[in-house]
């Protein structure tokens, strides 16, 4: 069955450079979340988007933005890369009924230099 | 502000026991509750789901019972395997964000000794 896919898997950059986390969900699935985990801790919710929109919004930097597509793809964008911006970052996708499974892809790790 | 607790943070447990990982929630106004599986550096996988109308769901050795009103759940896992050595998280999903705004514990790290 498909699953949440993310890229990159991996991904290394310099502080105060960009990067641009992509997130395709299950076909299907039109809500789309955003997660960091940091080391050693639990993930945290950074911003969700339901049929392109956004829909609730946790604790995202300024530096960070994010957006759902026609095709219901997201991208995580961020900018002015800090050393703690060193993390695993989640995907998840649902189905927009309330009280449905949400599943994860297997997470970017960004390494930040 | 839900906080999510789980306890113990970590457990050692020889092959073939069954074992009980706890999870606790300070607000019991949840829609669901959900029990993650992850390994080192990797992904989240989802094994159970459990609305906040149901008492427990199963799936093959793991159970996992729901007590909203005392906010508490727990997973068992039975005849435990050395395969299921990774780190067990619960997550609410609450009223007090929309859904999928998921609030995690810090996790079980369960190592299962052959």
Not at chain 1, 90 to 97: I, M, T
Not at chain 2, 28 to 52: C, E, H, M
Request: hydrophobic share 30%; with cysteine; aromatic share 10%.
């Amino acid at each position: 069955a498909a699953g949440v896919i993310q890229s990159p898997r991996h991904l290394i950059k310099e502080k105060r450079e960009t990067a641009t986390l992509k997130c395709y969900p299950i076909p299907r699935h039109d809500t789309v979340y955003w997660y960091q985990q940091g080391p050693g801790q639990d993930p945290q919710f950074l911003i969700s988007f339901y049929e392109k929109m956004q829909s609730d919004k946790g604790s995202i930097p300024d530096r960070f933005s994010a957006q759902q597509f026609s095709d219901y793809h997201s991208e995580l964008n961020m900018s002015s890369l800090e050393l703690g911006d060193s993390a695993l970052y989640f995907c998840a996708s649902s189905l927009p009924e309330m009280n449905t499974e949400a599943f994860f892809g297997q997470g970017t790790r960004l390494t930040v230099v | 502000k839900q906080e999510v607790t789980q306890i113990p943070a970590a457990l050692s447990v020889p092959e073939g026991e069954n074992l009980v990982l706890n999870c606790s929630f300070t607000d019991s106004a949840i829609y669901n509750l959900q029990w993650f599986r992850q390994d080192p550096g990797k992904g989240l996988t989802s094994l159970l789901l459990i609305q906040s109308s149901q008492r427990e769901q199963t799936s093959g050795r793991l159970n996992a019972s729901l007590d909203k009103s005392s906010g508490r759940s727990t997973l068992y896992i039975a005849a435990s395997q050395p395969g299921d050595s990774a780190t067990y998280l619960c997550a609410v999903n609450d009223y007090g964000g929309s859904q999928g705004n998921l609030i995690f514990g810090k996790g079980t790290k369960l190592s299962v000794k052959p």
